[in-house]
Structures are given as structure tokens and as C-alpha cells.
């Protein structure tokens, strides 16, 4: 993934296309995000969807096509089916490790505020590992807002969360949108979270059958249910 000067792209695509060994998965995707924009990803069940953000991100190589991004990889964060989060930490030393490997100092009061951002504050000391899938994510969630980024991945990010944590997952992603973070977002809830996205990129049929404003994507949406 390439850094572009474009301060206001923080990320571009031109032409990315991949397979898998000699299937193709998706062709020709073009698109660049703004500062402080949400771009949501959508398609049916294998579409692509979780492999264009491993390309997005850089942690695949399209076979065809280039990734430029606007930010530094410090300043860029994702939020997926992985947590990363260990198992062997309590929840307030796995932050305290995250925040040694981005050199940030946070005081201990500092993490437990975040810990309490994502009700999680009387497991600061838990291990880990005792963890349900939904508190896992949380955890990792706390992560990702302890550092701030410009750019954030987050793939179907409410997995595994309760009504609350998804409440609470989409106001900190608007708070994040309010400080100029841009955003791409594999929505686990298409109609819930239509109303935070500026644009919609629709993969079917191995490409990009939409790519435009979510207003425009949600009244396609609505005339096709007629």
C-alpha cells in the first residue's frame, strides 16, 4: 500500500481486481474516500467483501491494481473478525501493551476511562481469555479509539455485540466521522447503519455494481422492495 500526498484522499483505488488461484473474486474497483467520510461496503454473502478490506488495508496484494493511502500506518486502525487482543493480558494491560507499541503515553486513570467507554471497566483486571465474543470486540474496539486514527477498517465490527454495545459502537463511530476520521465499514445491519455512511460500494457479481451516495443507494433500495 502506497502513501499518496493528497491530504484531503486518505484513500484511492484504481482498477484493483484479485482471484483466488484461478477464480476471480472481484474486478476493476475504483474509488478514493475523503477526509472524515464513511464509505460502507456491502454484497451479498462471498462477494469479496472481507478480501477488498485485507487489500485496502495492505494485508493483501490485489493481482491487479493499485492502493494508495493518505495516512501513515500508525494513524490507521481495524476493528474485524480478529481482535487481536491476548488472551494471557487482563483487559487493562492488553491497552497498556497497545498503547506501549504505538509509543503513547497513557496513564493507568487514562485506560480505565476507556475501558469504561465500552463497559468494560469492572473487568480492567480479568483475564482476558474468560472473555465472550461480544466483550472481546469491545475490548478491541477500546483499542482501536485509544489510538485515535485517521483511517479506520472495520469489518462487521458488531459480531458477537448486545443491542447497547451496537448502540454504543455507532455513536463512537459518529464521534470518530466528527473529528475527520474516514471510515470504511463492512456493515453487519445494512438498513441500521445506512444513515451514518456518504457513500455505498455494492459488490455482486465479481464488481461494483454501486458506487455513489447512501441517500441514493437506500431509495434504489426502496423502489425495488415496490
Known sequence: MQEKDNQNILLELDRVSHFFDQRLVFKDISLS??????????????????????????????????????????????????????????????????????????????LLDLLALVGLRSFAYENARIFSRGMSQRLSLARVLMLEPELIFLDEPATGMDAQSRRMLREEIAKARQRGASMVWVSHSLEEDLDLADQVLYLDNKKQSYLGPAKDFRDRCQESRL
Do not use: C, D
Open 33 to 110: 474516500l475523503g477526509k472524515g467520510q464513511v464509505l460502507l461496503l456491502a454484497g451479498p454473502n462471498g462477494a469479496g467483501k472481507t478480501t477488498l478490506v485485507n487489500i485496502m488495508t495492505g494485508l493483501i496484494r490485489p493481482v491487479r491494481g493499485t492502493v494508495h493511502t493518505g495516512v501513515s500506518s500508525v494513524k490507521a486502525a481495524y476493528l474485524g473478525h480478529h481482535t487481536f487482543i491476548y488472551p494471557g493480558l487482563s483487559a487493562l494491560e492488553n491497552l497498556r501493551f497497545w498503547a506501549g507499541m504505538y509509543s503513547l503515553v497513557k496513564s493507568e486513570e487514562e
